[in-house]
C-alpha cells in the first residue's frame, strides 16, 4: 500500500475484480493518472492479512473522489445469487459524505453502469444520481471518467480520444517495459501495473 496517499487526489475505485472486467479496469487506472489523480483500490492490499471491509473503508476515508461502477450486479454463475460488494462500497462512500466529518462532507462520486438506466431494476434509490453509461466499451469509459476529472481541476486534460490514442500506445509499449523489469505482464500485481502507467506517463 502506498504510503502518505495524497486525499486531494486520490480517486478510490469500486468495481469488479474478474477477468472480464480487466480491460475496463485498465483503462480507468490509465485514464485517472492521465488526468493527474491517483487510482486506489482494494488490490493495494492483496498481500495483506487485514479484514477487507476495513481496508476498503480506510481507502474511501483517503480518498476525496471515487468511482463506482455497478455494471456487475448479475447472478453469480456458481451460487446464483448477485454480488452486492459494489452498492454496499457506494453505500459507505455516501454515509461518510451524509454523516462524516467537514473533510469527508466534501468528498465527490461518480457512478458508472454498462446501462445507464438498469440500475433501476436493483437499486432504485438512486434515482435522481447523474449516472454514466460505459456500455462495456473502452471508449466510453475514457470519455466517462475524463468528463468528471476535467473538472475538478484546473490543468487542462487532453480529450478523450487522445487518452484513448495514448492508451493504446501504452499497451503496445507494456510488454517491452515488462521485459525491462522482469515481468510478466500476465502476472502483474496491482501496484507494479500502476507504476508502469505512471512512469510511462512522465515520459510523455
Known sequence: MRINPEYERN?????PFDEDYDQI???????????????RCSKEFEDSSGIRIK???????????????????????????????MPLELGICIGAIEFGNLRQNNKEYLIIESDKFRFKQFVSDLSGQDIKSH???????????RNWLTKKTNEKI???????????????DLPERCTLNRWNPLELTFDEYSSLVTSWLTLK
Not at 483503462?27 to 485517472?32: C, D, P, S, Y
Not at 456500455?135 to 471518467?145: G, P, R, W
Not at 487532453?158 to 503496445?172: G, Q, T, W
Open 11 to 15: 480517486v478510490f475505485i469500486n468495481c
Open 25 to 39: 479496469f485498465n483503462a480507468i487506472l490509465f485514464t485517472v493518472h492521465k488526468c493527474g489523480f491517483i487510482l
Open 55 to 85: 481496508n476498503i473503508i480506510q481507502l474511501i476515508k483517503g480518498s476525496k473522489y471515487s468511482i463506482h461502477d455497478l455494471s456487475r450486479i448479475t447472478l453469480d454463475g456458481t451460487s446464483n445469487l448477485p454480488r452486492f460488494n
Open 135 to 145: 456500455n462495456n466499451k473502452v471508449t466510453d469509459v475514457i470519455t466517462a471518467i
Open 158 to 172: 487532453p480529450s478523450a480520444s487522445y487518452i484513448y490514442e495514448d492508451y493504446n500506445n501504452f499497451l503496445k
